[in-house]
C-alpha cells in the first residue's frame, strides 16, 4: 500500500459544514431525498441515470457496499463512466480489505462525511446527524463540490501504488464474497466454475495475505470484524 502522506492528516470539513447550515435552514436548494434506511433505492433511480461521471466519498464501507459497488462499477463502465472512489486509509485497509482489490478507481484520503456527484450536474450529501440524505443540482452548490471533491481528489493517494497489483486477485475476491456467506470450498467451486483444489488453495493464500492464523480469522478480517 501506499506510505501516508504528510498532508493527508488534514479532514476539510468547511464544504460539508455549509451545507448543513442550509439543510439545518430548510434551504429551497436542497431536497430530502431519503431517510437513511431507506435511500437504496432512490439511489438505485440517481445511479441509473448517470451517463458521464459518479464521484463518490464514503466514511464507512462494508463488505455489503463492496458487493453494490462492485455490480455499479461493471454496470457504469460498460456505459464509459469515469468513476472515482474516496476511502479513508484506515476504512480500506482494515474494514473493507478487499476494496483496493475490487475498486480500480479507488484512493485514499481523510473523508469527514459522506458525498456523491453524478455527471457534474447534481450532489448527495448526508445531513449533520447522518440520519437523511439531501440532494441538489443548484449549479453554484453543485460548482462548489465539484471543486471540493477535485481538490481531495488530487492529493489523495492511489490504494494501489503505480506499478505495483492488488492485494488479491479477481477470483480470491470472488472466493472471499462466497466464503464470509459461510459457503464451503465445494460450493464456492461450483459456483465459480473452478475445482475444489482451486478454492482451498486461494482461501489459503488470502489468509496468509491478511496474516489471519484460521480460516475463521480469515472470514473475520474480510468482513471486518477484526482490524
Known amino acids: 500500500m501506499a506510505t501516508r502522506g504528510a498532508s493527508a492528516e488534514f479532514v476539510d470539513r468547511a464544504p460539508f459544514t455549509r451545507w448543513h447550515v442550509l439543510i439545518d435552514r ?72 478487499l476494496a483496493s482489490s475490487s475498486i480500480p478507481h479507488l484512493r485514499l484520503a481523510p473523508v469527514a462525511h459522506p458525498l456523491m456527484i453524478g455527471d457534474g450536474r447534481r450532489i448527495l450529501v448526508g445531513d449533520a446527524t447522518g440520519d437523511a440524505v439531501w440532494t441538489s443540482s443548484e449549479s453554484d452548490l453543485v460548482s462548489d463540490a465539484v471543486v471540493f471533491y477535485e481538490r481531495v481528489w488530487r492529493s489523495a493517494e492511489p490504494a494501489v501504488p503505480a506499478g505495483e497489483g492488488p492485494p488479491f486477485t479477481h477470483r480470491m475476491v470472488d472466493v472471499a464474497l462466497h466464503l464470509v456467506d459461510g459457503a464451503t470450498d465445494r460450493e464456492i467451486a461450483r459456483a465459480l466454475g473452478v475445482s475444489e483444489r482451486t478454492v482451498s488453495g486461494d482461501v489459503r493464500e488470502m489468509s496468509n495475505r491478511l496474516g489471519a492464523r484460521s480460516r475463521a480469522q480469515a472470514i473475520a478480517l474480510i468482513s471486518g470484524v477484526e482490524g
Not at 27 to 53: H, K, M, N, Y
Not at 61 to 72: H, K, Q, V, Y
Open 26 to 97: 430548510g434551504d429551497s436548494r436542497f431536497a430530502r431525498l431519503a431517510a437513511l434506511e431507506d435511500v437504496a433505492e432512490p439511489l438505485a433511480t440517481f445511479e441509473a441515470t448517470i451517463r458521464l461521471s459518479m464521484w463518490n466519498m464514503q466514511r464507512h464501507w462494508t463488505i455489503n457496499d463492496l458487493r453494490d459497488e462492485s455490480g455499479l462499477t461493471a454496470s457504469l463502465r460498460r456505459k464509459g463512466v469515469e468513476m472515482r472512489m474516496l476511502l479513508p486509509r484506515r476504512v480500506a485497509e482494515q474494514r473493507c480489505p
